[in-house]
């Protein structure tokens, strides 16, 4: 039986085993996953093999750290430098993302986005921004301060003292505020407003209904929560694992069965 695991600390609020069971389960394939907490991320592949795992996804803190022992990576990695779901292939450990095409088709019912506000400066701004791009949307981003906005030099970039209110089709938090505190990532007095004019707005976070969903919901914009990016990842991550021989829409229909 084929063994995979999430990487993570902490990891054991993670779904991602429960979504990658019952697809193995639903479409037949003889293979179990379970979850990690590790403490030093700098052993991520040496636990790996010593677990005789097959693949394996990662979660917050280890992203970065385990590209840096990843013998090969794939494009989208490489670009964003994270990592989320790594596989043994050849005796090689090759590393891929897939939160940057996972939150793309979670927002395939969003339309003609021209351009986009990105809230944050993290891991996952940096995805997000990277696979937008790639779509020739135009992106800004807006960062509570100044320093880790030195890693979107291809970008808009704004803190917010210096944000100036305007027209977005797409306004998205990839901040962790509002997770744990009720709290709005950008001052009220310019979100509002920006958000007032803007056709979308998605927040990162899943399963919570943060005080910038609730601003969306009040100024009746369309919005939505991470959960679809969550799933997403796991299906492409599942579909990397199986060697990219699977239906997505098949493995989507069995994972969304934990999320309903
Ligand atoms: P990082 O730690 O890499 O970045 C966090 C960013 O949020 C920084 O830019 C930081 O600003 C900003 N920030 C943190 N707290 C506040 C605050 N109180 N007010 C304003 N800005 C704040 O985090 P990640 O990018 O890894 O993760 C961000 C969120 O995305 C988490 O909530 C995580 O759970 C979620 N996530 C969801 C996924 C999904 O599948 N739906 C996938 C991955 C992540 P500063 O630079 O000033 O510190």
């Known amino acids: 039986?084929?063994?995979?695991?999430?990487?993570?600390?902490?990891?054991?609020?993670?779904?991602?085993?429960?979504?990658?069971?019952?697809a193995f389960y639903d479409l037949n394939i003889d293979a179990v996953y379970t979850r990690?907490?590790?403490?030093?991320?700098?052993?991520?592949?040496?636990?790996?093999?010593s677990l005789n795992l097959c693949g394996a996804?990662?979660?917050?803190?280890?992203?970065?750290?385990?590209?840096?022992?990843?013998?090969?990576?794939?494009k989208i990695a490489k670009a964003i430098g994270s990592v989320n779901?790594?596989?043994?292939?050849?005796?090689?450990?090759?590393?891929?993302?897939?939160?940057?095409?996972?939150?793309?088709?979670?927002?395939k019912s969003f339309e003609n986005l021209k351009k986009v506000l990105i809230i944050g400066a993290g891991g996952t701004a940096k995805?997000?921004?990277?696979?937008l791009k790639t779509k020739?949307?135009?992106?800004?981003?807006?960062?509570?301060?100044?320093?880790?906005?030195?890693?979107?030099?291809?970008?808009?970039?704004?803190?917010?003292?210096d944000f100036k209110i305007s027209k977005y089709d797409l306004v998205i938090n990839t901040t962790s505020?509002?997770?744990?505190?009720?709290?709005?990532?950008?001052?009220?007095?310019?979100?509002?407003?920006?958000?007032?004019?803007s056709r979308y707005a998605y927040d990162v976070i899943y399963n919570k209904q943060t005080p910038f969903l609730n601003l969306c919901k009040k100024n009746e914009i369309t919005h939505k929560d991470g959960l679809d990016m969550l799933l997403y990842q796991a299906?492409?991550?599942?579909?990397?694992?199986?060697?990219?021989?699977?239906?997505?829409?098949?493995?989507?229909?069995?994972m969304r069965k934990v999320l309903n």
């Open 177 to 197: 505020a509002g997770l744990k505190e009720d709290i709005l990532p950008v001052p009220k007095e310019l979100l509002e407003p920006t958000i007032k004019q």
């Open 57 to 74: 996804n990662i979660t917050v803190p280890h992203k970065e750290i385990a590209l840096l022992q990843c013998d090969e990576l794939d």
């Open 1 to 22: 039986m084929d063994i995979y695991a999430i990487f993570g600390n902490p990891v054991d609020h993670s779904i991602s085993p429960r979504l990658h069971n019952i």
């Open 136 to 161: 020739n949307i135009q992106v800004d981003i807006v960062n509570r301060s100044k320093e880790k906005l030195a890693k979107f030099s291809d970008f808009n970039c704004f803190t917010w003292d």
């Open 36 to 49: 990690v907490c590790l403490n030093d991320g700098s052993k991520l592949i040496e636990t790996f093999k």
């Open 127 to 131: 995805a997000i921004s990277y696979i």
């Open 235 to 254: 299906v492409l991550a599942f579909n990397i694992f199986n060697d990219g021989k699977l239906n997505n829409e098949k493995v989507e229909k069995s």
């Open 85 to 107: 779901t790594i596989i043994k292939r050849s005796n090689k450990i090759i590393g891929y993302n897939t939160d940057a095409p996972g939150f793309l088709l979670s927002i």
